[in-house]
């Protein structure tokens, strides 16, 4: 039969499947199996502790049963878990898989013919029809025989002992005998899983809870004084912890603390040239006291740098660091490896755009450059691996779209595997295959569209699209209100109210969201006609009066807390939206995938006028009928109440408060 | 260098990714590649000389400018096309593909930075904003100097000169060089397509127009004559030819043409004994007289085959034969290949089931028995190529679903590999993951859900989903009305009307459509409760008069005939469902790509009464204005008029035509 089967290979041209390769096709088709990105090219984000549904289908030839088991492992080591899968009808089979701790796992799926179970269902049909199963008893058992054949020890003998039992018997004891619960049982274990197919593995990159669920604040730490002649300090910013703790933060985030050139230093106002006492921008990195892995000195020193990280810390506050790889042009590396940077003709760099903005203090390392390979890429890496190796597990990464996709895919693996609690945010403003690329090379989240979406059609758009395949397998998005960069137009002159409607959107929106400081006084002064900052703070020291009047500091940090209590408000996955009859108001639910806890969520979007709806609760996803009566909770302000039925009306003042947050629970009989 | 990079791999675990793994990966990403099923692991689906719009994402870090190219092959050769796509906006680029020749092909992406036309986008820009650009200019230079030195012969020789001439230039004349249409027409030859990157292989199942647009015929030859005593012959359906050829088909189909078992052979209305002469059903393949690879003696001599096949080519009809690979119990497989079957342990085989139904008169080979391979894969390959030999190019394949997946899979692609005109339609009425994956391993079309899909959400989910990914690559539904084993329960008691309305979906609905005969006598006596025909032609000769009054044979004829004049209505892609204003009447669209020919469809679902409704026409879709003015013309009539407005009224009385074609066009000015 070989001989055939080789003389037909023979003749079929390279292009063609032959019948040797056919015949190592699987018999099982397993597919469409969930989680995945890109057909399992990158690994799937999770949490660790956290549920996740895995999917498929599966099926073959014929009306056979199947065993479907989902097995998973952590990357690495050779102990696996598994679960049978339940069967949802139409091929489709699906498991609940927890991992129960971080770093990369990956899951796969086994499928095989349960020839025991077909034989059980044949049988207890036939059975059942009254026609004639002689056949079919001898049938089970020769199963009952093999299964002893190919087993061992106390199992054959269990199973020889079944198969002797049931000579004796008569046909209805024999049919009882092969249906029961024990014999199942017996031949699942002897089962020599016939056909047996296995998916390829799909990796999950399982992060803590903090990935998902932070609120994150910015702030520069040299703008911590009471006099903008001087330069704040690391030992300063302790003053600024209970605060920021109180408002109910968990990241505490700065931008670049390194030493800051010299050559081409900004002035106030993005300014070509600079006073001697303007402090510059923190992003002109490095100059002769050192690079990215110094400290600029007058933050203070590497020890008090190690006293705030422990200070936040005792304040429920982490500490992330940018990491934004450019340079200043009195950085060390332009003259140490000159080969990692693309010269001119005229022995000149190329500063650094971000088209229209212009970085004359800035150049940048060029990742193509002769030399750049490896030397570039391994700096970098013990870059950030300097700074992990001093308590920080956190970076915001800035511009990460302009690097090669490769290199990152590296760096954060070779850093997780290390340490798998390290996090890394994308401020990436770009394209949206790019934004979702990041995510699947491993940034554990990143910045977003949402400062630019405000209307309700667009903000109902990308609430849905991030919760839609791809996105929400990859992409975990940090909503910021406002960056040192990020002046909304919608901020400039929508008043304290315009302020509440954004802090709501974000902190309703996603179990991510950020506000870099002056937010929560409603700072807005633009740069006329532009979406920046006046006198920004990237180029001034800039100290706040944090009680002045009109702050929003009481509502940020009862939002922060309503988030801490909510569960469903902890990502930004779980968003539906309901209907409410008016353009103004956004009116969506944030639930768990169980319903157990369910917030509404209703937006005033504008923040001049009184806005009126009637609403749709949804009563439909708890189980209850259109005239059920539910619990209302207002956890703003505490108060309680019973809806009565379907259809109920909203009126929001934004004068008072742009939003409502409502918690709604099923009344107990 | 190379040491660093060493080092650094050695400490990395297997599991994750090394800096020379990650080194080696592309710096541009190519994804999304449309068309593609399951990533490219099976051929997307194409007519010869049909359109195909490619598309695909490209990007990479930075803001370079990109080429991408679109390049296809035949499968085996050498020679490879190639276009220019067009870029669309956020990273999208598209390309139009038409492959002239049957059989597999296969296309591929390639992109790279075009760092020319990047340099002229800079160097347009800042000698717009009037900078100084004299460092651009040196630029330049050196980028015709290069490309020149990499360059040779008259290419060399042409950049050499553009590069001299550039020196002598003022700044302007400089400008003017480096951008105009020649510098660029040969910086592009001169190309060294930097940072190259190719997508992975696309195949193309190219397969001749019948594939996607053809109108089915079935019939039984025996039934060819005027005497249920008398078997009806090959040389008898010469008689059948004129009128199915009148009626505009295409395919005529015959159930198989083998030698009948005697064993178990079944007698009239599925019984369980035959009179001596009762005929038996054809799919009890097999006898002392041949097997699969024989004709049934009764029908006629191989000879009359031939002839029949070459009588039906010149009435413009294609035999399609029945491949059904079950066996009677007299097939002399069973003797000379026992290894091929399953034996039970009285040494019976089991009879074939396809639940509820049971087939006493036929056993299954066990493609999975320890003989079959590879013997019985040849030989049913060596089967379906021996009738090919005779002419024959289309097989419907019964139950494909119950033999292995990766079987199909080879003998497909083996036989189009010898002849690409070969066509296999499958009649699998399984669940939807197997119905996709017949298409995706080979099969040309295949039978539907069509038959029970009744109401208009129904027929609107259906006909929407199947011109929606995966369907739309793999799979091309050939609409049967009704086959010898479905008497549909709609047409039990719906009368002429309800053949008419079945007739119009089908036909309107899809570009493969089959009917068996009898359906245009509106035959539809049941076995009472169920999908069955009484007297059923498989187990008896139905001699019938096809000229009884009431047939629907005219109408067949006209929708057929609009078919082929209308490329819109050649395909079930194009699909689209407008506004009508009436649960009972379904309206669409068929519509070329480019909207030059473009039919609307409207079907009264109820065969009872008279449906009335206002519908939109899709003015939009035409570019015009709510209030243009139409033409429109009835298919089935020829009458014409113009409509003037976007609504319209129909009134369809099923008593006369319970549907409506109309064809609307622009009003030319």
Redesign the interface.
């Known amino acids: 039969?070989q001989a055939?089967?080789n003389a037909?290979d023979a003749q079929?041209?390279?292009?063609?499947?032959?019948?040797s390769?056919?015949?190592l096709?699987?018999?099982i088709?397993i597919?469409?199996t969930q989680p995945a990105i890109?057909?399992g090219q990158f690994a799937v984000k999770a949490i660790v502790g956290q549920s996740i549904t895995v999917s498929t289908?599966v099926?073959?030839?014929?009306?056979d049963k199947m065993a479907v088991v989902l097995r998973w492992h952590e990357?690495?080591s050779d102990t696996w878990h598994s679960t049978s899968m339940r069967e949802l009808g139409?091929?489709s089979w699906e498991a609940e898989l927890v991992i129960d701790s971080v770093g990369?796992h990956a899951y796969c799926i086994d499928a095989w013919i349960d020839q025991f179970a077909s034989y059980r269902y044949e049988l207890e049909k036939k059975y059942a029809a009254g026609v004639t199963i002689e056949?079919e008893l001898?049938?089970g058992r020769?199963h009952l025989e093999q299964a002893a054949a190919r087993s061992q020890d106390t199992l054959a003998r269990q199973l020889r002992q079944l198969h002797d039992e049931l000579q004796g018997l008569d046909q209805d004891a024999k049919v009882a005998l092969l249906l029961q619960r024990d014999t199942q049982a017996l031949m699942s274990l002897a089962d020599h899983r016939a056909f047996l197919c296995s998916s390829i593995e799909y990796a999950l990159d399982v992060e803590r809870e903090l990935a998902q669920f932070a609120s994150w604040y910015e702030l520069f730490p040299r703008s911590i004084t009471d006099d903008k002649a001087r330069h704040g300090t690391f030992n300063d910013v302790h003053s600024r912890l209970p605060m920021i703790r109180d408002m109910n933060f968990d990241v505490l985030y700065f931008p670049p603390i390194h030493p800051i050139g010299r050559a081409h230093r900004k002035g106030p106002n993005n300014s070509l040239t600079a006073g001697p006492d303007d402090p510059g921008s923190p992003y002109a990195i490095g100059s002769a006291e050192g690079g990215h892995d110094a400290i600029h000195p007058q933050l203070g020193t590497r020890e008090d740098f190690r006293n705030l990280v422990a200070a936040a810390a005792e304040h429920g506050l982490e500490i992330a660091l940018d990491f934004a790889i450019q340079c200043s042009q009195d950085h060390l590396w332009l003259k140490e490896h000159p080969g990692w940077f693309s010269w001119?003709?005229?022995g000149?760099i190329r500063y650094a755009e971000n088209?229209p903005k212009k970085y004359q203090d800035i150049v940048n390392v060029d990742?193509?450059a002769a030399?750049a390979?490896?030397?570039l890429?391994?700096e970098l890496r013990d870059v950030v691996w300097g700074w992990v190796e001093e308590g920080v597990k956190i970076f915001r990464v800035d511009n990460p779209?302009?690097?090669?996709?490769?290199?990152w895919?590296?760096l954060i693996?070779?850093i997780r595997?290390k340490d798998p609690s390290v996090m890394f945010l994308a401020e990436a403003f770009t394209?949206?295959?790019?934004m979702a690329?990041l995510g699947k090379v491993g940034y554990s989240q990143s910045y977003t569209y949402f400062t630019w979406r405000n209307t309700k059609p667009e903000l109902t758009t990308y609430f849905t699209q991030l919760n839609q395949a791809p996105w929400a397998h990859c992409y975990r998005p940090n909503f910021f209100v406002n960056t040192p960069d990020i002046n909304p137009f919608f901020l400039h002159d929508s008043g304290r109210a315009g302020f509440l409607i954004r802090a709501a959107l974000a902190t309703m929106g996603s179990g991510l969201w950020g506000m870099y400081s002056g937010f929560e006084l409603c700072e807005s002064a633009p740069i006329p006609g532009k979406e920046e900052y006046l006198d920004s703070e990237k180029y001034e020291i800039r100290p706040r009066d944090y009680t002045a009047p009109g702050n929003i500091i009481a509502e940020i940090a009862q939002l922060n807390r309503i988030r801490r209590q909510n569960p469903a408000l902890q990502t930004h996955l779980g968003v539906e939206f309901f209907q409410c009859y008016n353009d103004n108001i956004l009116y969506f639910g944030k639930r768990t995938a169980d319903r157990s806890n369910y917030v509404l969520v209703a937006v005033n979007l504008d923040p001049r006028n009184v806005q009126e709806a009637h609403f749709e609760l949804p009563l439909w996803e708890l189980g209850l009928d259109d005239d059920a009566a539910t619990n209302g909770e207002d956890l703003m302000t505490g108060h309680r109440w019973t809806w009565h039925g379907k259809t109920q009306f909203m009126r929001i003042d934004p004068g008072y408060q742009p939003f409502g947050i409502w918690r709604i629970t099923r009344v107990q009989p």
Chains 1, 2 share one sequence.
């Open positions: 039969m055939d089967q037909t079929t041209p390279d292009h063609v499947l032959s019948l390769q056919a015949l096709l699987p018999r088709v597919e469409d890109d057909g289908k099926y073959a030839d014929g009306h990357a690495g139409n091929d990369t056949l001898e049938e020769v001119r003709p005229d000149t088209p990742f193509y030399d390979v490896p030397g890429w391994t779209h302009t690097k090669p996709l490769p290199f895919q590296w693996a070779d595997s394209k949206p295959a790019m690329r």
